[in-house]
């Protein structure tokens, strides 16, 4: 390449998808443009990211053209319209006032605009299946009718060196004029990864491990479930096992529970029913999640757990896009005139 590329980041969370692809391009990519209409998102990602520009809020009320020039779009679209674990109404869910299934339209309207070399979306792997396909299929080819060729996979990240199980599809779109025959996603690598890898250095704050009234009633819960042949409820994961996909919300930390010996206090130091729970069962902590999606160490989490939770359930695994990443940047390297 024979200057550095210029990326927009639109609903950007706390930055995932761009840090993958920093990863990747190293010096060779700058960010000129970044959406995100959460504010307490916006938060955690203008203390990771030193950005000389102001994070933007909605982006249905930005003019493509108040956009500056770019070459490559990242854009996670928001995921829960078409997720296997929500309600699953596609272009018709409405939240606050916002139609989520509709917002890919904006990222089309953006890069009809730009004509940037490359789009890269992820979302969730129901988006694949959602309306019996046909949901899947207005999306590519309203990136196809506005010049660009699509591929797309399913990937999952524990293939990828982190211990989390979380499937999510991968859509790579290049302009007409300098898309390749073929595109390859990465394959990814056996990984020997387990969650005893990310736990997080002892001891482990007391406010992480469940009270012994808690851990009674996810038990009678789980039981009521399972008598009527439902699957529901918690689930302790093996230190040399891996994780289930996180997610935001109760179910994510407690169907990624821990039982963990090492040393810590049965002080408690939040307002709890009963006392902390003698067998050693804790929730995994915001800084473990952010491992298990792949963020490094010297991400800060400055905000409180309620929403690092949340941020990281609905965030990206690094790792994946930054070996899609690797593969967008070998096709860029090829092309003659960048």
């Known amino acids: 390449m024979t200057k550095k590329l210029k990326s927009i980041d639109l609903f950007a969370g706390i930055g995932g998808i761009r840090l993958g692809f920093d990863e990747a391009f190293k010096e060779q990519i700058s960010t000129v443009f970044v959406s995100e209409w959460d504010k307490f998102a916006q938060k955690t990602y203008k203390t990771n990211f030193d950005d000389s520009?102001?994070?933007?809020?909605?982006?249905?009320?930005?003019?493509?053209?108040?956009?500056?020039?770019?070459?490559?779009?990242?854009?996670?679209?928001?995921?829960?319209?078409?997720?296997?674990?929500?309600?699953?109404?596609?272009?018709?869910?409405?939240?606050?006032?916002?139609t989520r299934g509709t917002l890919f339209q904006d990222v089309v309207r953006i890069c009809e605009h730009h004509k940037p070399k490359v789009i890269f979306c992820e979302n969730v792997k129901g988006l694949a299946i959602?309306?019996?396909?046909?949901?899947?299929?207005?999306?590519?080819?309203?990136?196809?009718?506005?010049?660009?060729?699509?591929?797309?996979?399913?990937?999952n990240s524990k293939d990828f060196g982190v211990p989390q199980n979380r499937e999510r599809i991968y859509i790579v779109a290049f302009r007409k004029d300098i898309a390749p025959e073929e595109f390859c996603f990465p394959e990814g690598t056996c990984n020997s990864t387990t969650i005893a890898d990310i736990i997080q250095e002892a001891p482990i704050p007391t406010k992480y491990y469940l009270s012994d009234v808690y851990v009674e009633t996810l038990r009678r819960h789980k039981q009521?479930?399972?008598?009527?042949?439902?699957?529901?409820?918690?689930?302790?994961?093996?230190?040399?096992?891996?994780?289930?996909?996180?997610?935001?919300?109760?179910?994510?930390?407690?169907?990624?529970?821990?039982?963990?010996?090492?040393?810590?206090?049965?002080?408690?130091?939040?307002?709890?029913?009963?006392?902390?729970?003698?067998?050693?069962?804790?929730?995994?902590?915001?800084?473990?999640?952010?491992?298990?999606?792949?963020f490094p160490d010297s991400y800060k989490?400055?905000?409180?757990?309620?929403?690092?939770?949340?941020?990281?359930?609905?965030?990206?695994?690094v790792n994946v896009i930054a070996a899609i990443a690797e593969s967008i940047k070998e096709v860029l390297e090829n092309v003659k005139e960048l």
């Open 130 to 155: 959602h309306d019996r396909g046909r949901t899947f299929e207005v999306i590519t080819k309203a990136f196809e009718e506005i010049g660009y060729k699509v591929w797309s996979k399913i990937l």
């Open 53 to 98: 520009f102001e994070i933007a809020g909605d982006i249905t009320k930005i003019a493509e053209t108040d956009i500056p020039e770019f070459d490559i779009c990242l854009a996670g679209f928001p995921c829960q319209a078409f997720s296997l674990a929500g309600k699953r109404q596609g272009f018709e869910d409405n939240y606050k006032g916002m």
């Open 301 to 317: 989490l400055e905000l409180a757990d309620t929403h690092l939770y949340k941020q990281f359930g609905n965030s990206v695994t």
């Open 224 to 294: 009521r479930h399972k008598e009527k042949g439902n699957g529901f409820g918690y689930e302790i994961r093996e230190l040399n096992g891996i994780a289930g996909a996180i997610v935001c919300g109760g179910m994510g930390r407690e169907r990624n529970l821990l039982i963990d010996h090492r040393k810590h206090s049965l002080t408690p130091t939040t307002h709890i029913k009963g006392k902390v729970n003698t067998e050693d069962i804790r929730k995994m902590t915001p800084r473990e999640w952010a491992r298990l999606q792949g």
